[in-house]
């Protein structure tokens, strides 16, 4: 998804680390992993005048196949944080929860917040500091995210800040455990905004 004339690619990336001297050397660079990049645009395209917002760029996963019992979601109820494995360019990304509510569009935002761009790392997120959105505003009043019926999980990028991006994803995975080396993002550091413009703390 591409906001007006923004470009945006997801690609998997696979390489050959046999002999590779920064993996030899003990480096925690993975073989394989989705590099998501592109170009913001601020402009909007002359010849499809529908288009009233850009600025922005975000994927997601694919909905799951349906099952015999309907549509396949899923269950993270029994743990406590989501877990990305990144290499970000210090941009303001945002993981996306899309749920099965009762509003199509609502989706469930927290910001990326990268400690070291340029380098991997593994950033944490507790399941209960996402915050409950609408077309990028705070919905009031808030509800609890549906634990138990996660359909799809993205990341955007909304800063509406025109040039090159580029955040590459190993792995993304659902735990109890804290890494080592991991940041865990504190809570009411989802960085969102409501309708007013202000800053949520929650």
């Not at 509003?103 to 996402?130: C, S, Y």
């Not at 994803?169 to 989802?190: F, H, L, P, Q, R």
Request: glycine share 6%.
């Amino acid at each position: 998804m591409i906001g007006g004339s923004s470009k945006s690619h997801l690609d998997f990336i696979s390489t050959d680390t046999t002999n590779s001297p920064s993996n030899a050397a003990g480096s925690s660079s993975p073989s394989s992993y989705a590099r998501f990049h592109g170009q913001i645009s601020t402009s909007l395209p002359t010849d499809r005048p529908n288009i009233q917002r850009s600025g922005y760029a975000a994927f997601r996963t694919p909905d799951q196949r349906p099952t015999l019992f309907g549509r396949s979601v899923w269950d993270i109820d029994p743990y406590a944080y989501l877990a990305l494995r990144i290499k970000s360019d210090g941009r303001s990304y945002f993981v996306n929860l899309q749920t099965e509510a009762v509003e199509p569009t609502d989706l469930h935002q927290h910001r990326l917040f990268a400690k070291r761009p340029g380098q991997w790392e593994t950033v944490m997120i507790k399941w209960n500091d996402f915050v409950r959105t609408n077309h990028g505003f705070v919905v009031e009043p808030q509800t609890e995210i549906l634990r138990q019926k996660v359909r799809t999980v993205g990341i955007g990028l909304t800063d509406r800040v025109e040039g090159p991006f580029e955040l590459c994803i190993e792995k993304v995975w659902a735990t109890n455990e804290v890494a080592e080396d991991a940041t865990v993002m504190k809570s009411g550091a989802s960085e969102l905004k409501n309708k007013r413009g202000e800053r949520i703390q929650w």
